[in-house]
């Protein structure tokens, strides 16, 4: 089949190689001058435990108004938030209390399970190295954060992970680099958590896919798809471009492609931060990747630099960076690994971007309800998690295949 998909970011860059490997005629369109130039450009990096990621899922927070004021929220509404912002806000929140919240955790982790064999299957097939770090920690600065991840770990334990109680001593043999001064009640240790460059993959799965012959027009803004002929309309070309399929991997801008076809998506932007360093000491550096769950952080270590990665904001905020949230950041990773990055070197990188995320925390995968047009979107805080996982999934079910995991709970018909 010739099949459009709109949208270059890691999860259409993994697409689109799912779709040529199955022998389609694949062309992207991207509105920005390279692939991963959004969401995916400098993401917080964790591949597993996905569930454990801060924003993944409703199910998973503290209370809402807990997150939102006080000397520790980590939810902020700024400038463009709006009633729209509020609405989607308590959405959220209902979600996580909803009784099929249960059910959606189940799913997503047997989709981050399923996606992360394929992200290694893929790295080893293609011999890239994606600066790989292995292990996890959830470092418990009281013995109360545990509370919150309880859904989640029950899940993945009893889907067979490996996530271990330790105390806060062999916490710090497992990360030698981790502050002997920084309080530390305990932490839960994942042997087989993953870290990774997720921009870094996307520019090698779209070459990969370039090389079996996918076409990727970028600078090219998608204005409208298009139904009965199935296709898409480019900004400035004066007739719309038919395909036999179009996949909609487009974040932010998958709402309001969809609107005029009939089908309402929930998609709300969840601004976070990250800062990446250059690796100063590799001992006092973090060796895998670090979640701190109070403050709703990620430390990973990316090749030869180390990122972290935190925030949450409702609203565009006229773009503006918050100082407070960065120096949250900055305070976080000297305090947790002194010495362990140059923070202060002119090759640091911050970057503020945006979280496509629907409000119970799950993506729409699979059929739209209109002819021809499939969606792969809204993956939010787990888009590189998920990524590898659900192009698979999403190209075997564009050949009438079934996939190797249900996409009935990722359905649009749940909104």
């Known amino acids: 089949m010739r099949i459009a998909i709109v949208g ?70 700024v400038r463009g938030a709006g009633p729209s912002g509020l609405a989607w806000l308590w959405r959220w929140a209902q979600a996580g209390r909803s009784p099929a919240a249960g059910g959606l955790l189940s799913a997503l982790q047997q989709l981050g399970r399923y996606s992360l064999a394929r992200t290694r299957s893929l790295a080893e097939q293609l011999e890239v190295d994606i600066e790989t770090s292995r292990g996890a920690l959830v470092l418990l600065r009281r013995p109360e954060c545990l509370q919150r991840l309880q859904p989640a770990l029950q899940l993945l334990r009893e889907a067979g ?24 009640a305990g932490a839960l240790h994942a042997p087989d958590g ?14 990969a896919a370039q090389n079996l012959g996918a076409q990727f027009m970028f600078g090219s803004a998608v204005r409208a798809l298009t ?10 070309e004066s007739a719309p471009r038919r395909f036999d399929a179009v996949v909609l991997c487009a974040g932010l801008a998958s709402a309001a492609l969809l609107r005029p076809l009939g089908p309402r998506l929930p998609l709300r932007a969840l601004y976070g931060y990250t ?21 709703r952080l990620i430390i990973t270590r990316q090749g030869q630099r180390v990122r972290v990665s935190g925030g949450a904001e409702i609203g565009h905020g006229g773009g503006a960076h918050h100082a407070p949230t960065l120096q949250t950041l900055y305070l976080a990773l000297s305090g947790w690994f002194p010495g362990g990055a140059l923070t202060s070197s002119p ?23 209109v002819a021809g047009l499939w969606l792969n979107t809204g993956h939010g805080a787990c888009g590189w998690a998920q990524a590898c996982g659900s192009a698979r999934a999403l190209a075997d079910a564009v050949a009438a295949r079934a996939p190797a995991v249900d996409l009935q709970p990722f359905a649009l018909t749940r909104f």
């Open 275 to 295: 800062i990446s360093a250059p690796l100063r000491e590799d001992t006092h550096a973090p060796q895998g990747a670090v979640i701190d769950p109070l403050h």
């Open 227 to 236: 139904h009965a002929p199935t296709g898409l309309q480019i900004t400035g």
């Open 161 to 184: 992970s490996t996530i271990t109680d330790i105390d806060a001593d062999t916490a710090r043999l497992i990360e030698p680099g981790l502050s002997a001064d920084t309080p530390l």
């Open 194 to 207: 993953e870290a990774g460059n997720c921009r870094l993959f996307a520019l090698v799965l779209r070459q």
């Open 347 to 369: 090759q640091v990188q911050v970057w503020r971007g945006a979280r496509p995320m629907l409000p119970d925390g799950a993506p729409v995968l699979g059929a739209s309800g």
């Open 8 to 77: 270059a970011g890691i999860v259409g860059a993994a697409t689109a190689y799912e779709l040529a490997t199955d022998g389609h005629e694949v062309t992207v369109f991207e509105q920005r001058g390279a692939a991963a130039e959004e969401a995916s450009f400098a993401s917080a990096g964790l591949l597993a435990p996905a569930l454990l990621t801060p924003w993944a899922q409703p199910a998973m927070g503290a209370g809402t108004l807990r997150q939102l004021w006080g000397s520790e929220a980590t939810l902020r509404l």
